[in-house]
């Protein structure tokens, strides 16, 4: 390879949860992190301890995803600062639990714009130089719910469903290019989403969570395995079974059982 040895992550969403523990997992490898989210105070506390615990460099760069600039300011600010990135995350995301007619239209807009639109478009603007200098990773957290049509969680299940669906396709395109793309898949798992979305009320709350850290390690190995679609946990590898062989609706049925 001709970069240098020391490689970077960029990830999204690194504030908490899944993201903080992705960036734990690169820092422990030795990788640079660069961490963005919005909430400046917690990636500045987990940009420190990654510093100190690895031996690593942290940067810092705050960006709300929902503001459909943001991620062309980003990259500018990162190019300004003559930070190649070797590996991108995209983790950040969020969920609105509710019936469609009941969920608010601008959280809906600012969900697409956020798990599907930012994703997009950070992809778009460095899987480009990845693939000029002959290698790179891109893993993109998509959900379980990617997997079925998902009643209480419509707009979050498609737009998982998108970033799974686009995760596979430039998976094939960009694999001939030194380019590693994966999606990780979890099941619930214990972050604020869960209560940010107001899901704390329903069945999901009842559900057996996974851990974040172990999450984070299997997307991790996955990724450095070149798996396309990592599933974490063997209850949720069931369930993805299950999603191909079951009829449509009886799907759409079970997966909106877990949401009532
Ligand atoms: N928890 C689950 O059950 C579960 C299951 C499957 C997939 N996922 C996916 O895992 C990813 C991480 O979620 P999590 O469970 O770890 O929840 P979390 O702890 O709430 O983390 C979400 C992260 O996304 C960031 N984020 C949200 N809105 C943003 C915005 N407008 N601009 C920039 N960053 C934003 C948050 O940072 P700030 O608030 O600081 O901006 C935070 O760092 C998401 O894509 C989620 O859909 C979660």
Do not use: W
């Not at 240098?4 to 960036?23: E, F, K, P, R, Y």
């Not at 893993?139 to 970033?163: E, G, I, Q």
């Not at 694999?175 to 999606?183: L, N, W």
């Amino acid at each position: 390879m001709t970069h240098s040895d020391t490689q970077t992550a960029l990830v999204t969403g690194a504030s908490s949860g899944i993201g903080a523990q992705l960036a734990r997992q690169f820092a422990t490898d030795g990788y640079d992190v660069v961490l963005t989210a919005r909430r400046r105070a917690r990636l500045e506390t987990l940009a420190e301890d990654l510093e100190s615990t690895h031996g690593v460099s942290a940067s810092v760069y705050t960006a709300d995803l929902a503001d459909p600039d943001a991620p062309a300011a980003l990259a500018d600010e990162l190019a300004d600062a003559e930070i190649e990135i070797d590996a991108l995350v995209n983790n950040a995301g969020f969920s609105s639990h509710g019936r469609f007619d009941q969920t608010s239209l601008s959280t809906d807009l600012d969900m697409i714009q956020v798990n599907l639109v930012a994703l997009t478009e950070l992809t778009k603007r460095f899987a480009k130089p990845m693939v000029e200098r002959g290698h790179g990773e891109i893993l993109n957290t998509a959900s379980m719910a990617a997997m079925a049509p998902t009643p209480k969680l419509a707009v979050y299940a498609a737009t998982k469903s998108y970033v799974l669906s686009f995760t596979e396709a430039i998976a094939d395109e960009l694999e001939a290019a030194g380019v590693t793309v994966s999606a990780l898949c979890p099941g619930p798992v214990d972050t604020e989403l869960v209560s940010l979305d107001g899901m704390d009320g329903s069945g999901a709350a009842d559900q057996r969570l996974n851990d974040p850290e172990s999450v984070a390690r299997a997307g991790y190995r996955g990724l450095k395995n070149g798996k396309r679609i990592i599933v974490p946990s063997m209850r949720m590898k069931a369930l993805a079974q299950a999603t191909r062989v079951l009829p449509r609706n009886r799907v759409v049925s079970i997966a909106g059982s877990f949401y009532d």
